[in-house]
């Protein structure tokens, strides 16, 4: 059973940037697709970042692409999600899960793809 707890969040303004890191107990990196999920107030959860060690790929949400970053520290057990240009609308709960299911690609982003779960940390960008 893997066990994740992320950590990092926090308040940000505008135009700044933070750092989400996801430790995981018993994480073997090239096993699982590791991914971030969020949850704005009021709205359902969504797919932000994916990293699948097996394809050598990355995936990214439109809204997020070319400011958050997704990468994996097996030295660490840990993987990480780095955020610039952080905008009012990157406000949510952020979580971080994995998932031990072959996954194709351009399924890592959907919530049924995943089969451990953070309990999320809450971002909040605003001035």
């Known amino acids: 059973q893997l066990r994740l707890v992320e950590s990092g969040g926090g308040l940000v303004q505008p135009g700044g940037s933070l750092r989400l890191s996801c430790s995981a107990s018993?994480?073997?990196?090239?096993?699982?697709?590791i991914a971030w999920f969020r949850q704005p107030p009021g709205k359902d959860r969504e797919g932000v970042a994916c990293l699948i060690p097996y394809h050598e790929t990355t995936y990214y949400a439109d809204s997020v692409q070319g400011r958050f970053t997704i990468s994996a520290d097996k030295a660490k057990n840990a993987f990480h999600l780095q955020m610039n240009t952080l905008k009012p609308e990157d406000t949510a709960v952020y979580y971080c899960?994995?998932?031990?299911?072959?996954?194709?690609?351009?399924?890592?982003?959907?919530?049924?793809?995943?089969?451990?779960w953070g309990e999320g940390t809450l971002v909040t960008v605003s001035s």
């Open positions: 899960a994995a998932s031990a299911r072959y996954l194709l690609g351009w399924d890592c982003l959907t919530e049924t793809a995943m089969t451990y």
């Open positions: 018993d994480f073997t990196a090239n096993d699982y697709a």
